[in-house]
């Protein structure tokens, strides 16, 4: 398998002319890049090492999913001959526990596949040979990259009710191109600068912390994490919409959930054990409508339109008086206080 096309690394182990059955004590190692940018470290004699670093300081991008891409590792002599039969072994770090090995073939080349990591990462690469009855040995360091997407936000803070969008890089800092986000139940993709439309931060009762995430994991990214915190303005056109939700029984129901409904926007909350919920609406300026809609599994679900004046902060009061369903999903009118209680609770409203 020969392709010049794959990143190289060369460590050569010198070889005299054998002259008197004499072998030399120099060993040489480099590799390179696509770049061909090349540095040059000298060690303690007898190891000579050279190395052809990549810009980033010697490093590699992990593969992508079904991707294969072999590091040449190449060995050759003083004069450039290759070194059949030389043992490479891999390691992270300074484990002494290799996680690949390989001999050399007779072009002095072993094709190590380059692997997928979790977090940025330094192996070691340790080469040996037997020169004429004497052990050689040379090593080398180089980190393999995590493939990785980091998501940010173009304001942090955000005030409730107002919009951002989100910002998607990967681990060189580039933008990425459809990448999903994903904030508060809703999914949206980058462009070819990495950036979302727009989302609309929800209405909070006391600055709330968010959780953004992004992913491509197709293209062989890690999911990117961060968050942004929604601030609650205290705005004094906000609404406080509260009340109780109990069945024809009259006893609270406990986890209906509560969505209040406006426009393409909904806010959701829940009762407690008592049956009680709150939640804070601001309305648009000028005011607006919003539907209130009570659900509970086995009950009829139940909703209701208001109106949220724009110029006063006067709290909105509704009590949801739910009637159970049969199996053919009719109203079951069991209980023998439902209607008058039902004029009774609602009229509190």
């Not at 052809?52 to 010697?58: M, N, Q, R, V």
């Not at 942090?156 to 009710?161: A, H, K, S």
Request: net charge negative.
């Amino acid at each position: 398998m020969k392709n010049k096309n794959l990143k190289t690394i060369k460590i050569g182990l010198v070889a005299s002319l054998m002259i008197l059955g004499v072998g030399s004590v120099f060993v040489n190692a480099t590799y390179s890049n696509d770049s061909g940018d090349s540095n040059s470290i000298s060690l303690a004699s007898p190891v000579i090492l050279s190395i052809d670093s990549p810009s980033d300081g010697s490093s590699f991008l992990e593969p992508a999913p079904l991707q294969t891409i072999y590091i040449n590792i190449h060995v050759v002599n003083q004069f450039n001959y290759p070194v059949y039969d030389a043992w490479v072994h891999v390691y992270i770090g300074e484990s002494q526990n290799f996680v690949w090995e390989g001999f050399t073939d007779s072009d002095g080349i072993v094709y190590w596949p380059r692997p997928n990591v979790d977090q940025d990462t330094t192996y070691r690469i340790k080469v040996e040979k037997f020169v004429n009855g004497n052990h050689q040995e040379s090593t080398i360091y180089i980190t393999i990259r995590n493939r990785c997407l980091k998501v940010s936000t173009n304001i942090n803070p955000v005030d409730e009710g107002k919009e951002f969008y989100c910002i998607v890089k990967d681990q060189d800092n580039q933008p990425v191109l459809m990448a999903t986000v994903r904030f508060n139940g809703k999914a949206k993709y980058t462009d070819v600068n990495g950036k979302t439309s727009l989302f609309k931060a929800p209405w909070v009762n006391k600055d709330t912390i968010y959780m953004i995430r992004a992913s491509a994991s197709l293209r062989g990214y890690d999911e990117g994490m961060s968050t942004v915190t929604i601030h609650n303005t205290n705005s004094p056109l906000t609404h406080k919409i509260y009340g109780q939700v109990r069945d024809y029984d009259f006893i609270p129901l406990k986890n209906v959930k509560i969505t209040i409904i406006r426009g393409s926007y909904s806010h959701v909350t829940y009762t407690n054990n008592n049956g009680d919920y709150s939640i804070w609406i601001t309305p648009e300026e000028g005011g607006e409508w919003v539907t209130i809609k009570a659900s509970l599994s086995g009950y009829i679900t139940q909703s209701i339109k208001k109106w949220l004046d724009g110029t006063s902060t006067d709290p909105i009061h509704v009590n949801f008086w739910f009637i159970q369903e049969d199996g053919n999903g009719d109203q079951n009118f069991q209980g023998q206080k439902f209607q008058g209680q039902q004029q009774q609770y609602q009229n509190q409203q």
